[in-house]
């Protein structure tokens, strides 16, 4: 079974070939506070809050916003699904 943090890494991979990729379950962190337990109920076991440690060349022409925004693009879909997401990001 494909987990949402295993796609977000293949999807981060195949967008940005970075040479440093992370992604962490943070949602530990969170258990108890506002929403976690209507995130349960509507996601079940999927990460509620997530950390991104991403290092790739393509970021190095881009601003902070720009680097977050297509880190953002290229996960879409299952950020859709997160709470929150932080995230990391630097030039090779």
Not at 34 to 61: K, L, R
Request: glycine letters at 4%; zero cysteines.
């Amino acid at each position: 079974m494909t987990t949402i943090l295993t796609t977000i890494e293949t999807k981060l991979r195949d967008a940005f070939s970075p040479s440093t990729l992370l992604v962490e379950n943070e949602s530990h962190l969170h258990a108890g506070h506002g929403g976690a337990a209507e995130h349960v109920a509507e996601h079940g076991n999927t990460p509620s809050h997530i950390h991104i440690t991403i290092q790739a060349a393509q970021f190095s022409d881009l601003s902070r916003l720009a680097r977050h925004r297509a880190v953002l693009d290229a996960i879409e879909t299952e950020v859709a699904v997160l709470h929150a997401v932080r995230m990391t990001i630097n030039p090779t």
